[in-house]
Nanobody
């Protein structure tokens, strides 16, 4: 079955960086687009960006609110998608989720990022 496991979250000071990973299994990872979302306390889950399959060009699309600070990449050999986050701000505090765009979509359980001094 499809399984997604996020990792790399933690406590970071404002201005710092983190790289989140999402390890995927149970499907042919390289054939599918992957996305990252986050959900801050008391807010709805929001899309951060998408990376399409290599066959579709491997392009990424990042939402304007984090563009220039966040990037998405993938390593198809490792069945892993990454979210590189730089210049972190307290308002980036949230649980971060990856989603596999397979069938109706599959979610990981998330990893918590806390940005605080």
């Amino acid at each position: 079955q499809v399984r997604l496991v996020e990792s790399g979250g933690g406590l970071v000071q404002p201005g710092g960086s983190l790289r989140l990973s999402c390890a995927a299994s149970g499907f042919t990872f390289s054939n599918y687009a992957m996305s990252w979302y986050r959900q801050a306390p008391g807010k709805e889950r929001e899309l951060l960006g998408v990376i399409v399959s290599a066959g579709a060009g491997g392009r990424t699309s990042i939402v304007d609110s984090v563009k220039g600070r966040f990037t998405i990449s993938r390593d198809n050999a490792k069945n892993t998608v990454y979210l590189q986050m730089n210049g972190l701000k307290p308002e980036d505090t949230a649980v971060y989720y990856c989603k596999a765009l397979v069938e109706m979509g599959y979610w990981g359980k998330g990893t918590l990022v806390t940005v605080s001094s």
